[in-house]
C-alpha cells in the first residue's frame, strides 16, 4: 500500500462537451418541432490569423452539431474600424441573428474595446459587453463568458465540492480569472468557495496554492504548477493553452497548459488534461448562451 | 521596551473627507470662474427611515461645501414603482442634472434593481448600474461605487503599501466587498495585491484573517474581527457600521463597526475607527464622482 496514493480522476472535457452538444441538439429539435426559431449565430472573422481559423471553424462545426444555423462574415486585415462597426450595428438590429461574436484578436487599427461595446449586450453570447460583465458580478442573469462558463460546467457535472472550499485563482485576466473568481465567490453551487486570485505579483503565490483545494491556473504560463505546489487531493484545473513549437506533431506546434501534468496529476482527486479539458469546454458554453439567446431566456 | 509594541497610526477619515472636500471646492471655484457649469447634483427619497434621512441631509451638505448645485426629491412610502422609474427617467433628460442618485433601500413593492438599471449610466454616480460595475471590473473608467472608493482613496493618502500584499476581504457583497476585491487585484496602485474574499460559508476565515498584511471587514457583524485573528503590523479598515442600541447616546444606539477594536488597534499598523474612518469617505466619493460627472470626464 503506497503512502501518497490518490485515486486521481482525469476531467474529461471532450466527452462533457460531447454530451453537452447532444443536450442542446435535443433541445433545438423540441423548439423547431414546435414551430419556434432555429437559433442562429453569426461570427466576424477579420484576417487570417492561425489561431482565429482554428476556433472560428470549430465554432461553426459546432453550430451544425447543435442544429442551429451559423453565419460567417469574413473581412481581410484592412477592413476599417467604420467599416466593422457598421456591420455590428447591422447585426444589432438583424432580428434573424440571435447572437453573434467578433473572433478576437483584432488588427492594431481596430478597437476591440469599442467593437465590443457596440454590440447590443443582448446578442454578446461571448459575454465581452460590461453590461454582461456587471450583471455577472452582481449575480443577476447574463451571458457568462465561455472559458469560466465552461469551468463551471465541469466542476458541476463532476460534482465536485465547492462550498466554504479555498480556490486559487492563478492569473487575473478579464477574460478568465477575474470571472471565474467572481463566479467560485457567488452564492451558489458551484460557487460559495473562499477565492484567492494570485498573480505576477502576488508574493505569497506558492503558499496560496500548496494550501488550495481548487487551483485554476490561467497564468497562460506553461508548465507553470509544479508537482510540490499542490497538496494531496486537490482539484486542478487547466486553463492554460500555450502554442509551444514542437517537432513531433504535424502543426509544427504542441498546445501546452499551466500545469506541469505528470508531476501534479499523481497528487490530484481531479484534474483537467491539456487538450481535452477546458478546452472543447469554451465552445460549448458559446453554443449554451446561444441558446439562451435564441430562446430569448436572458434577455427579451 | 516591550516586544509587542507596534506604532499604530489611525486613519482619519474624517480629516481626509474634509480635506477632499476643500480641493473638489477649489475645483470648483476654478471652474466656475472659468465660465463652466456649476456641478448639480440630485438624490432622490422615498420615505422617512431614519438611516436615509441621515444619509441624504449629510449629502445635501457635502454638496454645499464642495460648491455643487443639489436637488432634493422626495417621495411618500406609497410612490409606485413607475411614478418613480418616471422621476428617473425625467432626471436622465434634464441636462442640468450631472448626476443623481436614488437613495436605498426603496419599499418592498418597488424593484431597486429596476430602477438603478433605468438610471443612465452616465448620470449613475452611485456607480450601482452593472455598466460601471463591468467597466470597473474590466479596468475601464467607470462611476466606482462609494465605499470601494473611499477605501481605496484612503490607502492612498496613507501611502498604504498594497502591491503583492496578502489583502483578506471579508464580506461577498454587491456593494463592498466583491467592488472592493476587484479594485484591491487591479493592476495599479492602490490594487496589485493578492486578494481572498471570505464569507459566510468561508471554513479557513481565521486562518486567512491571521495571515493577512490587509484586513478589509464588510461583514456587517459588530465586532467580529478580534485580536487574536490579526497578525502584528496589519492594516485593518472597518467598513461596518451596524447601529447597536445604546443608552448612552441621544439617538439611542451606537454606530458600531466589525472590528474588536480596542483588542485589534494595537497590533495595527493602521486601522480605521468607527465612527470617523471609512464612513466619511463614502459620501466624498459621491462627491468625487458628481465632479466627475460635472466635468464629463468618464462619459461624454
Known amino acids: 500500500m503506497k503512502d501518497n496514493s490518490q485515486n486521481t480522476q482525469l476531467i474529461d472535457g471532450k466527452a462533457i462537451s460531447e454530451q453537452i452538444k447532444q443536450e442542446i441538439a435535443a433541445e433545438v429539435a423540441e423548439i423547431t418541432a414546435n414551430g419556434g426559431k432555429r437559433p442562429h449565430l453569426a461570427a466576424v ?25 451559423s453565419s460567417l462574415i469574413r473581412y481581410e486585415d484592412d477592413v476599417t474600424e467604420e467599416e466593422l462597426l457598421a456591420k455590428v450595428r447591422e447585426l444589432n438590429a438583424d432580428d434573424d441573428i440571435d447572437g453573434f461574436i467578433v473572433q478576437l484578436p483584432l488588427p492594431k487599427h481596430i478597437s476591440e474595446q469599442k467593437v465590443i461595446e457596440t454590440i447590443d449586450f443582448r446578442k454578446d453570447v461571448d459575454g465581452f459587453h460590461p453590461i454582461n460583465v456587471g450583471r455577472m458580478s452582481i449575480g443577476l442573469p447574463c451571458y457568462i463568458s465561455a472559458t469560466p462558463n465552461g469551468i463551471i460546467e465541469l466542476l458541476r457535472r463532476y460534482n465536485i465540492e465547492t462550498t466554504g472550499k479555498k480556490c486559487v485563482v492563478l492569473g487575473r485576466s478579464n477574460i478568465v480569472g477575474k470571472p471565474v473568481a467572481m463566479l467560485m465567490m457567488q452564492k451558489s453551487y458551484p460557487g460559495d468557495a473562499t477565492v484567492t486570485v494570485c498573480h505576477s505579483r502576488s508574493k505569497d503565490l506558492v503558499k496560496e496554492c500548496r494550501e488550495a483545494d481548487i487551483i485554476i491556473a490561467a497564468l497562460g504560463q506553461p ?37 506541469r501534468f505528470n508531476e501534479v496529476a499523481p497528487k490530484c482527486s481531479f484534474i483537467t488534461p491539456v487538450p481535452g479539458g477546458v478546452g472543447p469546454m469554451t465552445i460549448v458554453s458559446l453554443m449554451k448562451n446561444t441558446l439562451l439567446a435564441g430562446k430569448k431566456a436572458i434577455y427579451k
Chains 1, 2 share one sequence.
Open 45 to 69: 472573422l477579420v484576417g487570417h490569423d492561425g489561431g482565429s481559423e482554428t476556433y472560428v471553424a470549430a465554432k461553426v462545426k459546432a453550430c451544425e452539431v447543435c442544429g442551429f444555423n
Open 223 to 259: 508548465d507553470f504548477l509544479k508537482g510540490d505546489m499542490v497538496k494531496k487531493g486537490a482539484v486542478v484545473i487547466d486553463v492554460g493553452t500555450t502554442r509551444v513549437p514542437s517537432d513531433k506533431t504535424k502543426s509544427g506546434f504542441k498546445l501546452t497548459g499551466d500545469v
